[in-house]
């Protein structure tokens, strides 16, 4: 017994007969033919014209010939499939003892709510310290804003009158109000810059009830910028830092 090979006279498809049967079959359309036609148009199908008719499949004996590998390896993986799926005690199947499995890497419970309450706490702890940091500063800075005007109304001399400027403006920043830039529309002498640098330094210091903290002041002129410390007056500071927008005006 020899397995030849041949080609379907009806749809050009390979088949497989054995070579002691005088009838071949294609398991694709069914048609049913003499094996020698079937050897012939495969070694030349030239000028053959492949009809692709519909034909029933016959009842009885094949004509075709098949070697299955594995018959049954579709049935057992269905079966072994069916098994996993309603298989309820783990401990019938042997574990691999080199897999790792969601539960070895899942953390304990008891883990995961440890972290949640320790988040928690750090963050509780933050806010109890920011918030009445936030709180200290932002009334600071509203009670010296609404003072604001004694830091040009002591400050008039001779040669100037800081009230009657056009406009005055006030930014005042920092964790307590340590720093603070003013703009004026006329300019001012150095004497004139340290008496409003005194006046804000006194006016902070009564309204925090202490004096702890230096004071860094930029005064904005026509003229130039000067920057203002306890150590003394610096003018024409264009480097200094970008103006902010005005927190107040004063007129």
Do not use: W
Request: hydrophobic fraction near 35%; include cysteine; glycine fraction near 6%.
């Amino acid at each position: 017994m020899a397995t030849k090979q041949g080609m379907c006279r009806n749809c050009g498809s390979l088949v497989m007969f054995d070579d002691r049967d005088e009838l071949c079959e294609c398991v694709f359309c069914n048609c049913v033919f003499p094996s020698k036609e079937a050897a012939e148009l495969l070694a030349n199908p030239d000028g053959h014209e492949f009809k692709n008719e519909k034909f029933e499949k016959t009842e009885g004996s094949k004509h075709y010939y098949s070697n299955p590998v594995m018959p049954d390896v579709v049935e057992k993986a269905v079966q072994r499939d069916k098994v996993s799926k309603t298989q309820t005690d783990t401990a019938k199947l042997k574990p691999n003892e080199f897999e790792i499995s969601p539960n070895d890497v899942k953390a304990p419970k008891k883990l995961v709510i440890g972290m949640a309450a320790g988040a928690l706490v750090i963050v509780a702890v933050i806010l109890a310290i920011a918030l009445p940091l936030y709180f200290s500063r932002k009334s600071l800075k509203e009670s010296i804003t609404a003072d604001i005007g004694n830091v040009f109304d002591n400050a008039s001399t001779e040669e100037v009158v800081f009230t009657n400027f056009d406009y005055k403006q006030v930014n005042i920043y920092g964790l307590s109000c340590q720093y603070v830039k003013l703009g004026l529309s006329d300019g001012i002498t150095e004497d004139q810059a340290k008496i409003l640098y005194s006046n804000y330094t006194k006016l902070r210091a009564d309204k925090r009830g202490e004096e702890s903290g230096e004071v860094e002041m930029y005064i904005y002129t026509p003229d130039t910028i000067f920057f203002v410390t306890k150590d003394g007056v610096t003018t024409d500071v264009q480097e200094a830092v970008e103006i902010k927008p005005a927190t107040e005006t004063t007129k």
